[in-house]
């Protein structure tokens, strides 16, 4: 492209589970002569000012997010988002409320679909301004699934199966009811009743009936999922159990049962993939692992020992369809007897094809990070078309010292996203070292002659040049 130095701001929420499809986004950027900045999304925001005129990848359109574009526009950056929850989703009603505000969309220029369900659901959004384009080109957390870059993966899986043996992996999604801090649950609530309980963070957005039944229901499921783990223990001695919680779970309840068990263990270490290629089985219930297991070809299970139907199949119905399905203990076990003696392999058929290629674009032909560098040039050539200047220096001060006092007062409150503590548990950060190493695995992987360079910029920040 003809642009010198256009630049692309990457934030990454939960680093296990998006920094590396968004660092092989950066790389096919630099390849193309963007210059990005990757890293934890609370000091990239804070340090807006900081950066010229640049595109910014937001991961959601939430309320939350509404001042920071505000700012970020007066400050002449572009936002383009696509939405990380938008795979496996809420109703439409709910996930509306919940996911999109009207205020805060108007200010993305594009928007990337992981598929044509995710394209269609915010087509209905009656919100949605005229002149938005949705590009239903998938995710970079798809593209880590194809084969040409699963291949990443393989070291690492390689790795697991040495440390740990045979291992069956049990994948949790109970953050509604066990999240990091109490105020963060569908309700702020230590005890399972909600007698007198006020709506927490996971229920902005739904309707007092719909966050009831949920929290029955997934409090329900994270019971049968505590008796059901020690059982694996006991009915497969000649395998590892391993637990690996949502990140943004707390994890005391799963290692205060790991300490009774000699062979279990509670990890939330690294990517999901390479987990997924090094274990024999994984089960979950209604969690997207149960889709990136069929897109791998792994074996996963969905452990349904509770159903209702409103919530299974209303939210989880993806990852539950393209899994096998078990309704009690003695199903699982019996299943799970089946793979291990390789009698039966990942879920299959024509009906779960269909299902998974509405979901998920871009899993043949040009990888969904390349269609998505070739929208962002376009984006690149509107902006530099563009005559506003991206706001004086007093101005661009003023305004990233009022975002830095929002975010500091936001930080003290209870439950929020911007405390120090919650964003070292989703952002831990990496060492230069194990940057570099990444992005010199996926120039091998994709045949990059160039070598690109990688900068710190700060200790969770780190620039991709080529």
């Known amino acids: 492209m003809n642009a010198h130095n256009p630049l692309l701001l990457i934030p990454v929420e939960n680093q296990v589970r998006e920094f590396d499809p968004k660092l092989l986004l950066a790389c096919v ?7 990005s900045v990757i890293g934890s999304r609370r000091e990239l925001e ?54 999109l505000d009207k205020a805060t969309i108007r200010y993305v220029t594009r928007l990337f679909a992981w598929g044509q369900d995710n ?25 880590m699934l194809r084969a040409e870059i699963r291949a990443f993966y393989e070291k690492d899986a390689a790795d697991l199966r040495q440390t740990h043996g045979d291992f069956i992996l049990v994948n949790t999604n109970f953050n509604h009811v066990n999240s990091f801090g109490p105020d963060m649950n569908l309700f ?4 399972r009743s909600l007698k007198g309980a006020k709506f927490g963070r996971a229920a902005r957005g739904m309707s007092q009936e719909y966050a009831e039944g949920l929290w029955e229901h997934k409090h329900a499921v994270f019971s049968s999922f505590r008796e059901m783990i020690p059982k694996l223990e006991q009915s497969f001695p000649d395998h590892t159990i391993i637990v690996r919680p949502h990140p943004t779970e707390k994890r005391e309840i799963y290692h205060r049962i790991a300490a009774r068990y000699e062979r279990m263990r509670v990890i939330n270490e690294g990517n999901i993939v390479p987990w997924l290629m090094a274990t024999r089985a994984v089960i979950h219930n209604g969690c997207t692992t149960g889709v990136e297991a069929y897109v791998l070809g792994i074996p996963a299970i969905s452990y349904r ?50 299902l998974y290629k509405r979901y998920l674009s871009s899993q043949e032909g040009p990888l969904a990070c390349e269609r998505i560098i070739d929208i962002l040039e376009q984006t690149q050539n509107d902006t530099e078309s563009e ?16 975002l830095r006092l929002a975010r500091m007062v936001k930080s003290r409150i209870p439950g929020s996203h911007n405390r120090p503590a919650y964003q070292r548990h989703r952002f831990p950060g990496l060492s230069l070292e194990e940057v570099h190493s990444r992005v010199s695995r996926f120039q091998a992987l994709l045949g990059y002659g160039n070598r690109l ?4 910029v700060s200790n969770v920040l780190f620039r991709i040049n080529a």
């Not at 938008?86 to 509306?96: K, W």
């Not at 702020?188 to 005890?191: A, F, G, V, Y």
């Not at 360079?453 to 710190?456: G, S, T, W």
Request: charged residues 30%.
């Open 119 to 143: 394209a269609e659901l915010w087509q209905h959004y009656p919100n949605l301004p005229a002149e938005l384009e949705i590009h239903p080109i998938g995710n970079p957390r798809s593209d």
């Open 453 to 456: 360079k990688v900068e710190r």
């Open 188 to 191: 702020n609530s230590r005890e």
């Open 387 to 402: 005559q506003r200047a991206g706001g004086h220096r007093y101005e661009r001060w003023l305004l990233s010292r009022g």
């Open 29 to 35: 950027a630099a390849q193309r002569g963007f210059s």
């Open 305 to 354: 020992a509770v159903v209702d139907e409103r919530y299974d199949d209303g939210f989880y119905h993806l990852p539950n369809r393209l899994s096998h399905q078990c309704f009690d203990f003695d199903q699982l076990e019996e299943m799970l007897r089946k793979i291990m003696a390789g009698k039966l392999g990942a879920a299959s058929g024509a009906e779960r094809r269909i």
């Open 46 to 99: 804070f340090n807006i000012d900081n950066f010229p005129r640049a595109i910014y990848l937001s991961k959601s359109m939430t309320i939350r997010s509404l001042l920071f574009f505000r700012i970020a526009r007066r400050l002449g950056h572009k936002i383009t988002a696509w939405d990380e929850e938008a795979l496996v989703h809420l109703p439409p009603e709910t996930y509306f409320s919940r996911r």
